[in-house]
């Protein structure tokens, strides 16, 4: 019966081999040395325990040797701190266990403010998707607030990309731009708000005012791409040329005369905005009376004058 682990006087005993031999109860053991000990004497340990099925030979049996056993000295015990549950402690000691409140306030405001800044392109990127989508007519269409569901057999978008469609929605709610709404059974619906009444169609909305152009060319590739250079330009010694001409290497009115697209974009976006500002000029439109000669300078399609003479025949 092998044993180890037994301590002896501060050295280690190794009792490799338990053999029982011939019934005399002598055992083979194999000791290790100890360090604080260059001679360590055996320790006999006690024989294993046969039932006695007769007489005991002796009335005296031999005594049993114990190994002493020595004393272990009481462990130290550290306690540690408790762990702290609020969240501003939980940063506190992140940053600094002797900030102040006022540090590590100051600190989130300054992440939040750097986040809000570094991700706002995901919020015009998604006003793009939107609008390219033609998402506010499909609910305008619906004539009810819309299930994600609904949207996606309104959009002929695959069903597979549907989880990423309820990832755009709630960030154009967040913005004001849908109404988000839970109904009693836990779905979720999406509904028009003043916003993107703006962004519905002329012939389903059946008003004048159309937004989608004026977005749709503002976030242009060719506009969004010369912000990227902003950096390399402000290193040019030249101070005559813009971002947009040293990226292209040509002018606005160059770009929009060679790329046919470009151009219809930026007339679209330029009409759209002049009926908007026409639109509006009719509420507050008892500026423009008395006056006999209005020029408009860069007018293109004349969007702007048709809706000022048609307001003021006088003019």
């Not at 030979?57 to 549950?85: C, G, H």
């Not at 750097?114 to 609910?139: H, Q, V, Y």
């Not at 506009?223 to 010694?237: C, D, G």
């Amino acid at each position: 019966m092998p044993v180890s682990g037994i301590r002896s006087n501060g050295w280690q005993v190794n009792a490799t081999t338990a053999i029982l031999n011939q019934g005399c109860g002598s055992l083979v053991h194999s000791y290790a040395s100890c360090t604080s000990n260059p001679n360590p004497e055996p320790v006999v340990l006690p024989p294993p325990k046969t039932k006695n099925r007769g007489r005991s030979l002796s009335r005296n049996p031999r005594p049993q040797i114990r190994a002493p056993v020595k004393p272990t000295p009481p462990e130290k015990v550290i306690s540690a701190p408790a762990k702290p549950t609020n969240p501003e402690k939980i940063m506190e000691t992140v940053v600094s266990v002797d900030a102040p409140d006022a540090v590590i306030q100051d600190t989130l405001e300054a992440q939040a403010i750097l986040w809000d800044n570094t991700f706002c392109f995901i919020k015009s990127m998604s006003l793009k998707s939107a609008a390219e989508l033609r998402i506010p007519d499909a609910i305008l269409r619906h004539g009810m607030p819309t299930t994600i569901s609904d949207l996606i057999s309104s959009l002929s978008i695959p069903e597979a990309k549907s989880r990423h469609l309820r990832t755009l929605m709630p960030i154009l709610s967040q913005e004001g731009i849908f109404k988000f709404h839970i109904t009693l059974s836990g779905e979720e619906t999406f509904d028009l708000t003043h916003v993107s009444r703006l962004l519905t169609t002329t012939s389903i909305a059946q008003r004048r005012l159309n937004y989608t152009p004026f977005i749709l060319f503002q976030v242009e590739q060719h506009i969004i791409y010369p912000y990227h250079q902003l950096s390399h330009w402000f290193h040019r010694p030249d101070v005559i040329i813009t971002p947009l001409e040293m990226t292209h290497g040509k002018t606005f009115w160059e770009l929009a005369g060679t790329l046919p697209e470009f151009n219809d974009s930026f007339n679209k976006g330029m009409a759209c905005d002049s009926a908007f500002v026409a639109d509006v000029q009719n509420i507050g439109g008892d500026v423009f009376r008395g006056i006999g000669t209005l020029v408009d300078v860069g007018g293109r399609t004349g969007v702007m004058v048709a809706a000022f003479v048609e307001a003021f025949p006088g003019l």
